[in-house]
C-alpha cells in the first residue's frame, strides 16, 4: 500500500558474557588455583588455627576452653622452654654461622681456575643436601655412639682423650647435632654462592689484579659487597631454619626429650603430641614465630651492612 512504509529493524547481537579476555583470565586463574587450594588448605588453615589455639586448653578430643593468655604465660615461665631457646641458639651458633663462612671459602675455590674436575666436586658437595634428614641423624647417631667403639670416640682416643658419652652430655649433644647440620647445608650454601660468584663479572678481578691487589683485598672489596644480596637470603633461610631444627635432635635422643638436646620445635612437639597440650604448644609455636622475625631482622640487617 501507498502510505504504508516497512521499518526495518537491525538485530544487535547479545554480547557475551565470557569475552575472550575473560576466558584466557579464568583459564590462567584455574591453572595456579591448585597451589593456593593446597596452600589454603596444609599451609594457612594451620597457621591460623595455631594462633586460635595458643588462646585455647584443648587437650586434642575434647571441648575447647578460652584461657587468654595463660599458655603463654605458663610457657615463659616454663624452665625447659628456656633450656631449648638456648639449645637451638647454641646449635645456630655451632651449626648454621660456620657453615655460611665455610661455603663461601669453599664457593671461592670451586670458582677458581685452578680446580680441575670442578663438575665432580660441585656435584658432591651437593649430595648431602639430597640425602635423607633421617638418614643423616641415623649415620651420625653411629658415628657419635657413646660407647668407645664410636667412630668419634675412637678418633679422640688417638689424642689420648677419655671416650664422651655424645648423647647424655650438655656439649657432647649439641656438638653431635651441630655437626649433622653443618655437613647436611654447607653444599646447599656453597651452590648458592657459587651461583652468585659466577654472576659477578671477572673485569672487575682482572681489574685488581693490574692494581697490585691481594686474593683477601679482592675478597674483601669486590666479592664481599657483590654477593651482599646473596648473603642476605643464606643468612635469613638458615637462620630459619636452625631455628626450627627437629628432625636431627628427634632421631639422634629419640623420643627421651631430654634437656641436653631439646629444641624449641621438638619442645613444642612434645606438648602437643606427647602430653597433649596443644594450647601451650601452639603458645611455644607463636613464640617461636616472634623470635624467628626478630633474630632474622637482626642477621639482614647485619648481612646488609657487609661491604658497605
Known amino acids: 500500500m501507498g502510505g504504508q512504509t516497512n521499518a526495518k529493524t537491525d538485530i544487535i547481537p547479545k554480547k557475551s558474557f565470557f569475552t575472550e579476555k575473560k576466558k584466557e583470565a579464568i583459564s590462567g586463574y584455574l591453572y595456579i588455583s591448585p597451589f593456593f587450594i593446597l596452600f589454603a588448605i596444609f599451609g594457612l588453615f594451620p597457621i591460623l588455627f595455631s594462633f586460635y589455639l595458643g588462646f585455647q586448653k584443648w587437650n586434642g578430643l575434647g571441648e575447647m576452653e578460652f584461657v587468654g593468655l595463660q599458655n603463654f604465660q605458663w610457657i615463659l615461665t616454663d624452665k625447659v622452654f628456656w633450656v631449648s631457646l638456648s639449645n637451638t641458639l647454641i646449635m645456630w651458633i655451632l651449626g648454621t654461622i660456620p657453615q655460611l663462612i665455610i661455603g663461601i671459602i669453599l664457593a671461592y675455590a670451586l670458582n677458581s681456575a685452578l680446580i680441575?674436575?670442578?663438575g665432580f666436586f660441585r656435584v658432591s658437595v651437593f649430595m648431602p643436601y639430597v640425602t635423607s634428614t633421617v638418614a643423616v641423624a641415623i649415620v651420625f647417631g653411629v658415628m657419635f655412639n657413646s660407647q668407645e667403639f664410636g667412630l668419634m670416640n675412637v678418633i679422640l682416643s688417638w689424642f689420648g682423650q677419655d671416650p664422651v658419652s655424645w648423647s647424655t652430655s650438655w656439649w657432647g649433644v649439641k656438638i653431635a647435632i651441630s655437626s649433622m647440620v653443618f655437613w647436611r647445608w654447607v653444599g646447599?650454601?656453597?651452590?648458592?654462592?657459587?651461583?652468585?660468584l659466577q654472576a659477578i663479572p671477572h673485569e672487575l678481578y682482572e681489574a685488581a689484579q693490574i692494581d697490585g691487589a691481594t686474593v683477601r683485598q679482592k675478597i674483601q672489596y669486590i666479592t664481599i659487597p657483590m654477593l651482599r644480596p646473596i648473603i642476605i637470603l643464606t643468612v635469613f633461610t638458615s637462620t630459619i631454619g636452625a631455628l626450627q631444627l627437629f628432625t636431627e635432635p628427634l632421631i639422634f635422643l629419640g623420643r627421651t626429650y631430654r634437656e641436653e638436646g631439646i629444641s624449641v620445635v621438638l619442645y613444642l612437639y612434645r606438648e602437643a603430641f606427647a602430653n597433649l597440650s596443644f594450647g601451650p604448644a601452639s603458645a611455644a609455636a607463636i613464640i617461636l614465630f616472634i623470635?624467628?622475625?626478630?633474630?632474622?631482622?637482626?642477621?639482614?640487617?647485619?648481612?646488609?651492612?657487609?661491604?658497605?
Do not use: E, F, P
Request: hydrophobic share 55%; aromatic share 10%.
Open 188 to 196: 646447599y650454601n656453597t651452590i648458592i654462592y657459587l651461583a652468585g
Open 291 to 308: 623470635i624467628i622475625i626478630l633474630l632474622s631482622s637482626v642477621n639482614v640487617w647485619i648481612a646488609n651492612r657487609l661491604g658497605r
Open 116 to 118: 680441575k674436575m670442578q
